[in-house]
Structure formats: structure tokens, C-alpha cells
């Protein structure tokens, strides 16, 4: 039976391992910033060459490079070995890049005088932006983890065209408030996932606002479908938000172009699966997410991120906490 010292104890250990992980995170953050604020008074072509460099060199070194690679020839098994190889350096470069481009984007993203749109990114569907300014909403747009997928909300606010975005800040809390705060400044209006997030977008749609979602990330206990003929789970939340609403879900997409240029793609609306009483089908709706994000992907497969466990299979837990005991019954 543990004696009534241990009891106090646990308490003391518990609070001293949240104060070490306080420390390791703000730790964590100070060093990343000032490497990002070191890059910041370099060039950007030649900071951003540097890490794309850099990273094809450390990443393959990374666990997670193991995982895409695993990932990669599953997904295309008609490829050899070195083409699966290159296309995860690809990948390394691209999210090296992806870090580094935070410190640039406002120069990245800086407006043609003459247009007064971003002068570093083609675009294509700008009739589509100011269509959709004009038009009373709600809409829904998504994208997935390719090129700077961040750059759509940027793009978006240089046409007015308001969309609360959906995002998923960082473990760290000393990171995850900087980018919050770099973000908005130039990506509008942000909503942080997590608890109520769903219905902070509901009330958005509500009010006839737009928002954006990435839709190809795992998410436990989500809908069964597949990618790249794999079973994986799929966030339903978006295809629920559709059918509720029954409005138009617009895919967007961002492809990296040489010397830190960019495409941004807007699309018109999809045309989504209903049911036999004419509401928007959840789960074939989630499916057709997936395939024109697979379809982005298998066009240029070394902007996505391969190391990411979309395939792993995860059933969501409950777990109840036990009952009190009644002090007045006995011990049995």
C-alpha cells in the first residue's frame, strides 16, 4: 500500500514535469525565432536555396524520411527506387522552403504597383476571386499541404475576399502564438482547431462568411475511405459543414514555381455526391476530397508531405472515469 509520502510526492513530480516541458518549449521557441530572425536580414532567394539545400541533405537522415519513403512506394509501385528517392528529397526542400518562407512572406507576396496583386504569384481563376467577393456567401474552399498552401488566404485578402481559415497551431505555445500573430497579419481572419472550432466555422456559414479548410490530414475515428487506393480516415467535418449548408465547396490549390514563384489555383465549384433524398452525401463527399487532392498530388508528388501518417488506422478511445466509492459502503 503506497505510504501517504508518495501520495504527496506524485503531485510535486507531476507539477515539476509540466514546469521542464514550460522550459524545453520556450527554449525550442527562442532558439527557432532567432534563427528566423538571423534569415530575415538575408537575401531571400539565397536563404531560401540554403535550406532547400540543407534539408535534402539532414532530412533523409530523419526518422520520418523511413516514412516516406514507405509511403512513396506504396503509393506508386510502378516507380523505381531512385525516382522514389528523388521525389523525397523533393519533398525535404519543399518543406524547408515552406519554414523558410514565413520570414519572407510579405516580401514574397509583395503587390505589383500596377495591379496591386501579389507580383510573385500567377493566378489562375481571377475572375472566379472577384465573382465569389461579389457573390453573397456562405462558400467553402479547400486545399491540402502542397506548395505554401498558406498563400490562398493571402491571395484571397489582396481580392477582398474574406475566408476564415482553419489551422492547427503548433504543440509549442511560444511558437504557436508568434505564428498566430504572423499569420494574421497578412492571412485575415484565423480559427485555431480544436474544441469548438466546428462551431466557431458554423456560426461563420451562418452569417453568410467563407471559410478554408485542409482536408488531407489523418484524422482518428474519421471516415473510412482511401487514398491512392489505401484505407485511411478522413475528417468528416467539411463534408458535414456542405451538406448542412448545401453550399458550393471550391477547391484551391498553390504550386511552388522556380525562383520563388508561385500558382495559385482557384476553382469552380465541385459538384458533390447526394443522397437519394438530394442531401449531400458525407462519406462520398469525403472520398471525392480525396481524390482531387490525390490528383494535385500525383502531378507534382514531390510538394506534399510523404512523411505524414495519413494511412495510419487509429480507432477513437472513450474512457470513463470510475465512479467514486460511497464512503458509506463497505470495503467487501
Known amino acids: 500500500m503506497p505510504s501517504r509520502g508518495a501520495g504527496r510526492f506524485r503531485p510535486l513530480a507531476a507539477r515539476a514535469l509540466r514546469v521542464m516541458r514550460h522550459l524545453n518549449y520556450w527554449i525550442v521557441a527562442q532558439f527557432a525565432l532567432t534563427v528566423l530572425r538571423i534569415l530575415r536580414l538575408l537575401p531571400a532567394t539565397a536563404s531560401l536555396n540554403f535550406l532547400d539545400r540543407n534539408a535534402r541533405r539532414i532530412g533523409p537522415l530523419m526518422g520520418r524520411h523511413r516514412a516516406a519513403l514507405s509511403n512513396l512506394r506504396a503509393a506508386y509501385p510502378e516507380k523505381d527506387e531512385a525516382e522514389i528517392q528523388a521525389i523525397a528529397l523533393d519533398m525535404w526542400g519543399n518543406m524547408a522552403r515552406l519554414v523558410g ?82 499569420r494574421s497579419e497578412s492571412m485575415g481572419d484565423l480559427v485555431a482547431s480544436g474544441r469548438g472550432s466546428a462551431f466557431t466555422l458554423a456560426r461563420i456559414l451562418d452569417n453568410g462568411g467563407n471559410i478554408g479548410l485542409l482536408v488531407d490530414q489523418k484524422f482518428s475515428g474519421g471516415i473510412q475511405t482511401t487514398f491512392f487506393g489505401r484505407p485511411c480516415q478522413t475528417n468528416p467535418l467539411l463534408a458535414k459543414l456542405a451538406r448542412h449548408y448545401d453550399c458550393p465547396v471550391h477547391p484551391a490549390r498553390c504550386v511552388r514555381l522556380p525562383d520563388n514563384r508561385f500558382r495559385l489555383e482557384l476553382h469552380e465549384k465541385l459538384e458533390l455526391p447526394r443522397t437519394e433524398t438530394g442531401t449531400v452525401d458525407v462519406n462520398a463527399t469525403a472520398q471525392l476530397l480525396n481524390d482531387v487532392v490525390e490528383g494535385w498530388i500525383r502531378e507534382d508528388p514531390g510538394q506534399w508531405m510523404w512523411f505524414h501518417r495519413r494511412w495510419e488506422m487509429r480507432l477513437r478511445q472513450r474512457f470513463r472515469r470510475p465512479k467514486p466509492r460511497d464512503p458509506k459502503r463497505g470495503r467487501g
Do not use: C, W
Open 101 to 182: 518562407e514565413y520570414v519572407y512572406m510579405e516580401q514574397l507576396t509583395q503587390a505589383d504597383p500596377a495591379t496591386g496583386l501579389p507580383a510573385n504569384i500567377e493566378i489562375v481563376g481571377e475572375d472566379l476571386f472577384v465573382r465569389l467577393r461579389e457573390e453573397k456567401g456562405p462558400h467553402i474552399f479547400f486545399t491540402g499541404h502542397l506548395g505554401n498552401f498558406e498563400i490562398l488566404p493571402t491571395v484571397a485578402a489582396a481580392y477582398e475576399l474574406e475566408i476564415s481559415a482553419l489551422f492547427r497551431a503548433p504543440n509549442n505555445p511560444f511558437l504557436a502564438a508568434q505564428l498566430l500573430e504572423t
